[in-house]
Nanobody
Framework: QVQLVESGGGLVQAGGSLRLSCVASGLTVSTYYMAWFRQAPGKEREFVTSISWKSGSIYYSDSVKGRFTISRDNAKNTVHLQMNSLNAEDTAVYYC????????????????WGQGTQVTVSS
């Protein structure tokens, strides 16, 4: 049974940083495509970033490029999202997602999801 558990969310001032973690069980992050999405109130779930287990390729949305960094710790079976220079538009619930074959930006393609962690940026 696959389980993804996010942590690290919280309240931060604009310009600050947070590091989210996604601990996986039931799958190995070194052999799965891993991604982060976010969803703000009243908005669609939005792609943030993904990392390929095969090539190590990484994609970022334009809105976070240069500020967010995804990384993978195979020893801990964990994926991290380092978020810097946060602003109010980054306020959302952040979700970790995984799939064996896809690492694009369409959330419907990912079968495995965590429960989400809230990030709130105060301006």
């Amino acid at each position: 049974q696959v389980q993804l558990v996010e942590s690290g969310g919280g309240l931060v001032q604009a310009g600050g940083s947070l590091r989210l973690s996604c601990v996986a069980s039931g799958l190995t992050v070194s052999t799965y495509y891993m991604a982060w999405f976010r969803q703000a109130p009243g908005k669609e779930r939005e792609f943030v970033t993904s990392i390929s287990w095969k090539s190590g390729s990484i994609y970022y949305s334009d809105s976070v490029k240069g500020r967010f960094t995804i990384s993978r710790d195979n020893a801990k079976n964990t994926v991290h999202l380092q978020m810097n220079s946060l602003n109010a538009e980054d306020t959302a619930v952040y979700y970790c997602a995984a799939d064996r074959y896809y690492f694009g930006n369409r959330h419907a393609e990912y079968p495995y999801w965590g429960q989400g962690t809230q990030v709130t940026v105060s301006s």
